[in-house]
């Protein structure tokens, strides 16, 4: 088979799970945790690196921002070998109360971007995986962890979200919104492959936080490492998957 042509990986380069990150310096992150750390590919918003944790053989594989370019890698890594995937972002909360530094493990997200709509209808769901989903909850508790369980939102327009749009948002108890993980839900359902979702608050948009605001500022004690403890949770799970 040849190289795909966004992530220039071939069948046999990767592993059968991966964690895909949007940023491709968070793949530096996770590697930082992991063992037998090899960088496979790097083209455009796309970093590839196979690793061990705790002897579980992985994939790492940044996705860029935003929905077609997280289907892409979704697309072209199901085509050589993967059949699992775990999304390690970031969110913005919908909710009162939920703070900078808290977690959020995704029962479902709202399709409101475009990409998921290329494959199918809006009624169809975008839902994770479920024992993907149980062994985040699971590798959370190992890890003395506490997340937030519940639907989020995957939106297209980071600077068009409305205050209409978080207030509908938030009146449906949607827990967050992020931009990736509608479509990796959906076309891991579609292929018959599982999928998951933990991401760290970063704001609270019904709060006024807005991302990037508490740079600098004194945050929680749980808003430390915040990344790093998410990361945690999902190589975790890796092992039981």
Not at 122 to 146: I, R
Not at 171 to 189: G, K, Q, Y
Not at 219 to 241: C, F, G, Q, Y
Request: aromatic share 4%; proline share 3%; glycine share 8%.
């Amino acid at each position: 088979m040849a190289k795909q042509p966004h992530l220039l990986v071939s069948e046999g380069d990767v592993t059968d799970i991966a964690l895909i990150p949007g940023d491709p310096g968070r793949v530096d992150r996770i590697a930082k945790q992991c063992e037998n750390v090899e960088v496979v590919a790097e083209n455009r918003e796309y970093k590839v690196v196979n690793a061990e944790f705790e002897g579980r053989e992985l994939t790492i594989c940044s996705t860029g921002i935003g929905c077609p370019s997280a289907a892409i890698a979704v697309e072209e890594l199901s085509r050589v070998g993967v059949e699992t995937f775990i999304r390690v972002g970031t969110t913005g909360a919908l909710q009162q109360g939920i703070e900078i530094g808290d977690m959020v493990v995704a029962t479902g997200a709202a399709k409101n971007e475009g990409t998921s709509k290329r494959y199918e209808d809006v009624e169809f769901p975008a839902v994770p995986d479920y024992d993907v989903l149980t062994e985040l909850v699971n590798a959370a508790e190992a890890n003395d962890e506490d997340v937030h369980v519940g639907p989020i939102a995957s939106d297209d327009a980071f600077y068009a979200e409305t205050d209409e749009f978080v207030e509908a948002w938030e009146a449906a108890n949607l827990l967050s919104v992020e931009m990736e993980a509608a479509a990796v839900f959906t076309l891991a359902r579609r292929k018959g492959l599982r999928a998951g979702a933990i991401c760290t608050v970063d704001g609270n948009l019904v709060e006024g936080t807005q991302k990037g605001e508490t740079e600098g500022e004194e945050l929680p004690d749980k808003a430390k490492n915040n990344v790093e403890r998410a990361i945690r949770i999902a190589l975790t799970a890796t092992t039981s998957l």
